[in-house]
C-alpha cells in the first residue's frame, strides 16, 4: 500500500468514526493473500472497520472478495483511484438504508426482482471511479439489486467470460451493458422495467434461495416460456444451484406439465456434455417432468454397460416414475 492511500485512510477514520463490518471471502484461491493483505492494512489504519473471514466455493462469484452488506462484492482491492470511492461507500453502509433521490430512487422503489450488475474496472482507470461511486449505494437502498466490482486485470478469467473489452463496463444480468459513462436512472429502471425471461441465472438463483422456487415456476407460467437462466441452473456444475432449480422444476411439472415438458429439449442437448452429477440429477428432473418421449434416452442410460451404477439406478427409477405418470393420465382419461 502506497504512503498516499495510508494517509487516505488514516484521514477517513478520524473523519468518519462511525463503525463499519464488512467481510473478506476466502475461497482456497491464489488471490486470497492479496484481499488479506489489504484487509490487515485497512483495520489497521482505520479501527472502526472491523473484518470477518468467512469461506466460499459456491455460487456464480466463487472469488476472493470483500463483502459489503449482502448485496456488495468487490473482486477487486481498492487502491489508488479507486480507494476514495471505496471509503465513501464503507462511510455510507455505516449510516444504514441511503435514501436515493430522483429517478434512480423512484426505479429502485419498483424493483421487485433480483438483479445482478457486474462492474467491471481496472485500476489506471480514469473513469471507473466515478462509475463507482454513483452506482456502489443503489444496492445499499434495494437489496434486491446485487452489485459486483470486479477488476478486469486481477480476474481475466471473468472479464473473458463476460466478453468484456474495455473499462468501465456495466453489465446487468449478463444481458444489458454499458460502457464508459453510465447513468444510474437509466440502469435502474432497466433492472425494474425488464423482461422475466431475460432474468440471468444468478436473478434466478436468488429468488430461490429466498426460499420462492415456486415464485420462479409462476413467473414461467405467466410467461408462457421457459426462462433460459432456469436451464443454466439446472445444468449448473455446483449441486445447490441445481438443487434449488430442481425444486422449482417440481413445483413447475405439477402445474404446468406441458410448459415443462418445454425444458426437454434445451437439457437433453447437454446432457452428453455435463458430468456425471449433473446428469443424475437431470435424470431426476425428466423423471419430475414425465414425458413418454424420455423413455428412449432412459433405457439407454439405463442399458449402458459403462454407465456409472448410480446412474443406471436413476435412470430405471425414472422410466418407473414416467410410466406412472402415463397410467395415471390413462386412468383418468378413462
Same mark, same amino acid.
Given at each position: 500500500?502506497?504512503?498516499?492511500?495510508?494517509?487516505?485512510?488514516?484521514?477517513?477514520?478520524?473523519?468518519?468514526?462511525?463503525?463499519?463490518?464488512?467481510?473478506?471471502?476466502?475461497?482456497?484461491?491464489?488471490?486470497?493473500?492479496?484481499? $488479506?493483505?489489504?484487509?490487515?492494512?485497512?483495520?489497521?489504519?482505520? #479501527?472502526?472497520?472491523?473484518? $470477518?473471514? %468467512?469461506?466460499?466455493?459456491?455460487?456464480?462469484?466463487?472469488?476472493?472478495?470483500?463483502?459489503?452488506?449482502?448485496?456488495?462484492?468487490?473482486?477487486?482491492? #481498492?487502491?489508488?483511484?479507486?480507494?476514495?470511492? /471505496?471509503?465513501?461507500?464503507?462511510?455510507?453502509?455505516?449510516?444504514?438504508?441511503?435514501?436515493?433521490? @430522483?429517478? &434512480? @430512487?423512484?426505479?429502485?422503489?419498483?424493483?421487485?426482482?433480483?438483479?445482478?450488475?457486474?462492474?467491471?474496472?481496472?485500476?489506471?482507470?480514469?473513469?471507473?471511479?466515478?462509475? +463507482?461511486?454513483?452506482?456502489?449505494?443503489?444496492?445499499?437502498?434495494?437489496?434486491?439489486?446485487?452489485?459486483?466490482?470486479?477488476?478486469?486485470?486481477?480476474?481475466?478469467?471473468?472479464?473473458?467470460?463476460?466478453? %468484456?473489452?474495455?473499462? #468501465?463496463?456495466?453489465?446487468?444480468?449478463?444481458?444489458?451493458?454499458?460502457?464508459?459513462?453510465?447513468?444510474?436512472?437509466?440502469?435502474?429502471?432497466?433492472?425494474?422495467?425488464?423482461? #422475466?425471461?431475460?432474468?440471468?441465472?444468478?436473478?434466478?438463483?436468488?429468488?430461490?434461495?429466498?426460499?420462492?422456487?415456486?415464485? +420462479?415456476?409462476?413467473?414461467?407460467?405467466?410467461?408462457?416460456?421457459? /426462462?433460459?437462466?432456469?436451464?443454466?441452473?439446472?445444468?449448473?456444475?455446483?449441486?445447490?444451484?441445481?438443487?434449488?432449480?430442481?425444486?422449482?422444476?417440481?413445483?413447475?411439472?405439477?402445474? &404446468?406439465?406441458?410448459? &415443462?415438458?418445454?425444458?426437454?429439449?434445451?437439457?437433453?442437448?447437454?446432457?452428453?456434455?455435463?458430468?456425471?452429477? +449433473?446428469?443424475?440429477?437431470?435424470?431426476?428432473?425428466?423423471?419430475?417432468?414425465?414425458?413418454?418421449?424420455?423413455?428412449?434416452?432412459?433405457? &439407454?442410460?439405463?442399458?449402458?454397460?459403462?454407465?456409472?451404477?448410480?446412474?443406471?439406478?436413476?435412470?430405471?427409477?425414472?422410466?418407473?416414475?414416467?410410466? $406412472?405418470?402415463?397410467?395415471?393420465?390413462?386412468?383418468?382419461?378413462?
Amino acid at each position: 500500500m502506497r504512503p498516499h492511500d495510508e494517509k487516505q485512510i488514516l484521514r477517513w477514520s478520524e473523519e468518519h468514526g462511525a463503525e463499519v463490518a464488512i467481510r473478506l471471502v476466502k475461497t482456497a484461491d491464489d488471490r486470497d493473500k492479496d484481499f $488479506e493483505i489489504f484487509c490487515g492494512e485497512l483495520t489497521r489504519l482505520a #479501527p472502526n472497520v472491523t473484518v $470477518e473471514t %468467512v469461506r466460499d466455493g459456491t455460487g456464480a462469484e466463487a472469488y476472493p472478495a470483500i463483502r459489503i452488506g449482502e448485496s456488495i462484492r468487490y473482486h477487486a482491492i #481498492p487502491l489508488n483511484k479507486e480507494l476514495a470511492p /471505496f471509503l465513501e461507500l464503507l462511510a455510507t453502509a455505516a449510516k444504514g438504508v441511503p435514501e436515493i433521490e @430522483g429517478p &434512480a @430512487g423512484e426505479a429502485l422503489e419498483r424493483l421487485r426482482l433480483p438483479a445482478q450488475l457486474r462492474l467491471y474496472v481496472t485500476p489506471h482507470c480514469p473513469f471507473c471511479p466515478e462509475v +463507482v461511486r454513483r452506482m456502489a449505494p443503489m444496492p445499499l437502498a434495494n437489496e434486491r439489486l446485487r452489485l459486483s466490482v470486479i477488476d478486469g486485470s486481477l480476474f481475466p478469467e471473468m472479464t473473458e467470460a463476460d466478453e %468484456v473489452r474495455a473499462a #468501465p463496463t456495466l453489465i446487468l444480468d449478463g444481458t444489458f451493458r454499458w460502457t464508459g459513462q453510465v447513468d444510474p436512472a437509466e440502469v435502474i429502471r432497466m433492472a425494474a422495467d425488464r423482461d #422475466p425471461f431475460h432474468l440471468s441465472a444468478d436473478a434466478l438463483e436468488g429468488i430461490i434461495k429466498e426460499g420462492k422456487a415456486g415464485q +420462479v415456476a409462476e413467473m414461467m407460467i405467466k410467461a408462457d416460456r421457459i /426462462f433460459p437462466g432456469f436451464i443454466d441452473l439446472l445444468t449448473h456444475e455446483k449441486w445447490p444451484e441445481r438443487l434449488g432449480a430442481m425444486v422449482a422444476m417440481e413445483y413447475l411439472a405439477e402445474a &404446468a406439465p406441458d410448459l &415443462a415438458a418445454e425444458a426437454v429439449g434445451p437439457l437433453a442437448e447437454q446432457f452428453d456434455s455435463v458430468d456425471e452429477r +449433473v446428469r443424475g440429477d437431470l435424470i431426476h428432473v425428466f423423471g419430475e417432468i414425465g414425458d413418454k418421449d424420455l423413455l428412449d434416452r432412459l433405457a &439407454a442410460v439405463k442399458a449402458d454397460p459403462d454407465a456409472d451404477d448410480e446412474l443406471r439406478e436413476a435412470a430405471g427409477e425414472a422410466m418407473a416414475k414416467i410410466r $406412472e405418470r402415463i397410467g395415471d393420465a390413462k386412468r383418468g382419461d378413462g
